[in-house]
C-alpha cells in the first residue's frame, strides 16, 4: 500500500481506497470527472495567477506615486541650489513600499506555479 495525494482535495489517501474518506471523491468515476478536476485546477490557478498580476501593478503605481513627487522636489531643490537628500522624503516610503509589495508578489507567484506544477 503506497500513498497517494487525492486529486480532488491533494490530501494523502491510500492508493487501495474506492472513495477519498475527506472529500468522498470517487475513483470509480470516469476520465471525464479527472479531466473536469483538471481544469477546474487550472482555472484555479489561472485566475490566482490574474490577480498576483495585478498587484503587481499596484505595486508599480506605488512606488511610482512615490518616486515622481520625490523627482520633483529634487529637482525644484536643485533650481534653488539645496542639496536634498532623497531619503527625507515622504515618497522614499512609497517607494520602498512598493518595491516590498512587489517582491513579495513575485515569490507568491513563483510559489503558486511550483504547488500548480507539482500537483499536476
Ligand atoms: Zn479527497
Not at 475513483?27 to 485566475?47: A, I, T
Not at 529634487?74 to 537628500?85: P, Q, T, W
Not at 532623497?86 to 512609497?94: A, K
Amino acid at each position: 500500500m503506497s500513498l497517494i495525494s487525492c486529486p480532488s482535495c491533494k490530501k494523502k489517501i491510500s492508493d487501495k481506497v474506492q472513495e477519498c474518506p475527506h472529500c468522498q471523491f470517487s475513483f470509480n468515476q470516469g476520465e471525464d470527472d479527472f479531466e473536469r478536476l483538471r481544469v477546474l485546477g487550472y482555472r484555479k490557478y489561472r485566475d490566482k495567477m490574474y490577480r498576483f498580476r495585478m498587484l503587481t501593478f499596484v505595486s508599480m503605481a506605488l512606488a511610482i506615486a512615490g518616486l515622481i513627487p520625490m523627482l520633483w522636489s529634487y529637482a525644484k531643490a536643485m533650481d534653488y541650489g539645496f542639496n536634498v537628500k532623497f531619503t527625507n522624503h515622504w515618497g522614499i516610503y512609497l517607494v520602498m513600499a512598493g518595491f516590498a509589495l512587489y517582491v513579495l508578489i513575485r515569490v507568491l507567484m513563483f510559489n503558486t506555479k511550483r504547488n500548480y506544477k507539482s500537483s499536476k
